[in-house]
T-cell receptor
Framework: NAGVTQTPKFQVLKTGQSMTLQCAQD?????MSWYRQDPGMGLRLIHYSVGAGITDQGEVPNGYNVSRSTTEDFPLRLLSAAPSQTSVYFC??????????????FGPGTRLTVL | DAKTTQPTSMDCAEGRAANLPCNHS???????VYWYRQIHSQGPQYIIH???NNETNEMASLIITEDRKSSTLILPHATLRDTAVYYC???????????FGSGTKLNVKP
């Protein structure tokens, strides 16, 4: 299994540009999440999904859109990039098991710089 | 929502036990405590979780106080590769909404 994969690894955008960060998992996990991590800070939840067709907001959803058309993929869209969105973005997935059995597996991250 | 409090940083000598504390005084009865770590800038890695009993796996031990208001992660024989940021998390609800704090930076020194 490849686990959780993210593309691209690095990206530089200009203010106002849009782009999609890709995330895929091959573990048949129902739950997927997106986090951002600013320098020296912990991870903050952006959006999450409990299954195909179902998404919800986390702590910091503004400026981001998500959709979940398949179990495997959970792309994150930046609609109009801003310098404040410069960060490292992590995707994670987990089983839909009961509380305490839902270990999250994280991807390697996408390092985004908005100029 | 249960929140956690951890020291900003800790030092540990290589080969010694590293004891990382976490305060979660507002935890609810059915909320689990999870520990993850992040080495350098990689994605976080699961370590261990528990509800009220002490837990042990190949990586670490988790000691939860009887009142569940605090816990300690124990790395029995720390190595240089254990240098990382360690996050103590109490999961909110049933939809995998993990709220990471700032964590504890563990520095393992030779």
């Amino acid at each position: 299994n490849a686990g959780v994969t993210q593309t691209p690894k690095f990206q530089v955008l200009k203010t106002g540009q849009s782009m999609t960060l890709q995330c895929a998992q091959d573990m048949n996990h129902e739950y997927m999440s997106w986090y951002r991590q600013d320098p020296g800070m912990g991870l903050r939840l952006i959006h999450y999904s409990v299954g195909a067709g179902i998404t919800d907001q986390g702590e910091v959803p503004n400026g981001y859109n998500v959709s979940r058309s398949t179990t495997e993929d959970f792309p994150l869209r930046l609609l109009s990039a801003a310098p404040s969105q410069t960060s490292v973005y992590f995707c994670a997935s987990s089983y839909s098991g009961g509380v305490g059995t839902d270990t999250q597996y994280f991807g390697p991250g996408t390092r985004l710089t908005v100029l | 929502d249960a929140k956690t409090t951890q020291p900003t940083s800790m030092d540990c000598a290589e080969g010694r036990a590293a004891n990382l504390p976490c305060n979660h005084s507002t935890i609810s009865g059915n909320e689990y405590v999870y520990w993850y770590r992040q080495i350098h800038s990689q994605g976080p890695q699961y370590i261990i979780h528990g509800l009220k009993n002490n837990e042990t796996n190949e990586m670490a031990s988790l000691i939860i106080t009887e009142d569940r208001k605090s816990s300690t992660l124990i790395l029995p024989h720390a190595t240089l590769r254990d240098t990382a940021v360690y996050y103590c998390i109490v999961k909110v609800g049933n939809f995998n909404k993990f709220y990471f704090g700032s964590g504890t930076k563990l520095n393992v020194k030779p």
